[in-house]
């Protein structure tokens, strides 16, 4: 097979070379969302590699970045990560880091004393008072993701938890569901904290308590865990905290022969990659992944060029996707 | 909550503090499985967290260990480098790189460049010679996983595929079916080809030709995507490259009515962790994820300590879980 061109992406984005040059070297300023998507989607589908040796020529070595995550193992950062890798700015090298709480400052350190150029920040950081001061000592800029947003970072991308919350109420409310329950974990962020509260406030405007709130292992064990507490509180309807426990909680509905979403509809969080192929397929609400991963790296690449430059923000949108998992409630005799 | 100490850790597993702390100080040698299984779950059960600064007065700064793999959504390497994160020995610090095909190798000089003092592969590197000859000439020792065997390596730790591949088929023979197919992926590495030859020799032992052979792209997607293929092939059980297709093809045949495991079965393999809760749970052969990292971590810091080690060879076995998704063929009226 031939090797795709930058002509060829153009051709099939249906935009000039020069824009999809500027896409892909990271400036994006200019250009909308939808071109953005075009652009970008047209890369992957043909594999377009731009030329190395040529951009090396004109551009000498690349910023190595790391990225800091709570666990490989959690789904939403595991597709965070790879679309960084994928879909982000090809003038940067990445590696990531999903250190315990154990060794995560002598990771961090070891990192910077080797020479990497900035960090982005995904989960918080126990201690993070004297990493801060160390970063800040060395000039070394930093990034904080949602799940840190407690490290007053200069730069920040968040998503609008609170809307997500509700985008994901109004759904149950809509469907007809008058017992619904919510399904959290043990120890939340505060990013998680507003998802819930949204939820309920929802709940509260369409005339609604919960009518429990279940705390449970962040993993979809604990999820199955839980299915027996959800089953007695005779909800029609459950919001989990993200898909990795909704998707636990179906699994033990089922080995207690209740029927999702027959016997109780569920609604997820993330919109992970295999929210889709379970059956059934997960309600679910669409965290902005991509956005999310390019508009860090683009953020902590200005900020290496220009140390000074103002404070960066961005709060992306979220999406309700609605699949197989969540129906009206059953019209009782 | 009062901290774990390492005397909680040993009661909980039944052994000597003495055994524990060798065990997490990465001295296994001398101890059977069972027991460093034992001293891992007790471990990660309480959360023990052994005194860093103890750590350092006695022993400096922590190697840092570059660990390569193809992509973090794929869930058989999420698990890997998890558990090497979790599992592994406390006095290295890693950094991952999900390095594209385009920037791989500036990825490895970048990070090599800044100080890194080993690499571990999984993941084939296409231009290796230019590579090896960079990290033989820094003296930076590095090991190969299975993916990766075509690098000789001095250190390497593969898996029985072969074997594998045949507890597959023998599985299926036993269960009494007789139209088998399989389906693989367009690009495999060798160790996914000598799983595939494992399973077809299984078959022709147990006096049976594969029914087809169909090829599919290495994802869930591709798997989905492979069922209407699946049906036409007429087979009553097939073998799924991994757990992904498999979950792929599971949801594709829900789509056009055909239920797994009543009209077919399907074995995966890798028994990624979402593999339990898919509804049918999914029967599988399940890579010894837990020892492939912490066997890698600890030859490459023998390797570290000297150089001139003979070669460490480590290849590990699988095993058959038997879940929901296969079952003996219907009998025919």
Chains 1, 2 share one sequence.
Do not use: C
């Not at 047209?42 to 070595?61: D, F, H, Q």
């Not at 970063?135 to 904080?144: D, E, G, T």
């Not at 997500?164 to 974990?185: D, N, P, Q, V």
């Amino acid at each position: 097979m031939k090797k795709a061109s930058i002509k060829d992406v153009a051709k099939l984005a249906g935009v000039s070379i020069a824009t999809v040059s500027q896409i892909i070297n990271n400036k994006k300023e200019r250009f909308s969302d939808e071109t953005i998507h075009k652009v970008i989607t047209a890369r992957n589908e043909l594999g377009y590699i731009p030329n190395i040796a040529a951009k090396r020529l004109k551009g000498g070595t690349s910023p190595l970045i790391g990225v800091l995550i709570p666990s490989f193992r959690m789904p939403f950062f595991a597709d965070l990560i790879q679309s960084m890798q994928v879909d982000g700015p090809e003038n940067v090298d990445l590696v990531f880091m999903g250190a315990n709480e154990e060794n995560l400052e002598t990771s961090i350190y070891s990192l910077i004393e080797r020479g990497a150029d900035a960090l982005i920040f995904g989960r918080p950081i126990p201690e993070h008072q004297q990493v801060i001061e160390f970063l800040n000592k060395r000039n070394v800029p930093y990034l904080s993701l949602d799940q840190s947003a407690d490290l007053d970072a200069k730069d920040q991308v968040m998503v609008r938890e609170w809307q997500g919350g509700k985008m994901a109420a109004r759904h149950l409310l809509e469907l007809g569901h008058k017992k619904i329950a919510l399904l959290m974990a043990d120890d939340m962020t505060d990013n998680m904290h507003q998802r819930e509260a949204g939820f309920i406030a929802a709940l509260l405007e369409g005339g609604l308590h919960p009518v429990d709130n279940i705390k449970t292992n962040l993993s979809k064990h604990g999820g199955m865990m839980a299915a027996e507490k959800v089953i007695e509180t005779g909800a029609t309807a459950i919001f989990a905290l993200n898909d990795e426990i909704a998707v636990g909680l179906i699994r033990g509905l089922y080995n207690h022969g209740v029927s999702v979403p027959n016997d109780i509809s569920v609604v997820g969080y993330d919109d992970t990659d295999y929210a889709e192929f379970f059956v059934p397929a997960l309600t679910t609400i669409r965290q902005p992944v991509q956005q999310i991963g390019i508009d860090a790296l683009n953020m902590i690449i200005n900020r290496l060029a220009d140390h000074d430059l103002p404070q960066q923000n961005e709060t992306l949108d979220l999406q309700l996707i609605v699949r197989e998992s969540s129906i009206p409630p059953r019209v009782m005799d």
